[in-house]
């Protein structure tokens, strides 16, 4: 049996033609990651590395157009790499630096607090992996790529856009700022699906469910 946890992957491993293929989806520690009484300040773009495959450009990109609409907005972007002073310079040119916390890498142990001082979670490019699951169990709105995996993992339950377009992401941010009840909404919706289906709990008795399965098989024998 060969374990996979989500769409992509199973298509992928379908072409070694294995004799059976489970999806057991990705998991998220629900007791440290859980929604905290902090009122969110920032518009966070989070990634464990600053790259552009993970549209940390088109976020910078996009802080401009929404300071038009919203001057008191404050960004934060979260992540290292050689591309940080890349994006600071960017900003700077745009007339945005002093309005983008550049907080640099950070220790894992340390992402529930950043998270918690987040309004809104902004991930604009290719599938953002765990950070995703832990935005919504965390309980917050979520603006990020109509990726497989996104959709596999938040349904309809988070802003979709498309990807390498600021103007669109601007649009987007502004939207789920003025409108709180609809941000809220979405969150809500997303917390639950995560907390019913990707808890570490939940996922691990689906893999001691299989193991199990397994093992009864190989003692019949």
């Known amino acids: 049996i060969v374990i996979v946890q989500n769409r992509v992957t199973y298509d992928y491993i379908l072409k070694f033609k294995p004799k059976r293929i489970i999806l057991i989806p990705q998991g998220v520690d629900t007791e440290k990651f859980k929604p905290k009484r902090i009122k969110g300040r920032y518009i966070t773009f989070i990634a464990a590395r600053l790259v552009k495959l993970k549209g940390d450009e088109v976020f910078v990109r996009a802080v401009p157009l929404v300071l038009?609409?919203?001057?008191?907005?404050?960004f934060?972007?979260?992540g290292g790499g050689h591309r940080k002073e890349y994006l600071m310079e960017l900003a700077r040119?745009?007339?945005?630096?002093?309005?983008?916390?550049?907080?640099?890498?950070i220790p894992y142990n340390e992402v529930p607090n950043?998270?918690?001082?987040?309004?809104?979670?902004?991930?604009?490019?290719?599938?953002?992996?765990?950070?995703?699951l832990e935005a919504a169990a965390m309980r917050k709105p979520i603006i990020t790529v109509p990726h497989r995996w996104s959709i596999e993992s938040l349904g309809k339950n988070a802003f979709y856009v498309p990807p390498g377009n600021p103007r669109k992401l601007a649009?987007?941010?502004?939207?789920?700022?003025?409108?709180?009840?609809?941000?809220?909404?979405l969150a809500e919706?997303?917390?639950?699906?995560?907390?019913?289906?990707?808890?570490?709990e939940t996922v691990a008795l689906k893999h001691l469910k299989i193991y199990r399965e397994l093992l009864g098989r190989r003692c019949s024998v």
């Open 93 to 105: 040119k745009a007339g945005a630096l002093d309005k983008i916390d550049f907080t640099g890498p």
């Open 189 to 200: 919706a997303a917390y639950r699906k995560v907390i019913s289906e990707r808890s570490w």
């Open 171 to 185: 649009e987007t941010i502004i939207y789920a700022l003025k409108n709180p009840h609809v941000s809220e909404k």
């Open 68 to 74: 038009k609409e919203i001057r008191d907005a404050e």
């Open 76 to 78: 934060r972007v979260i």
């Open 114 to 132: 950043y998270l918690a001082e987040a309004n809104i979670v902004v991930c604009p490019g290719a599938p953002a992996g765990l950070i995703l």
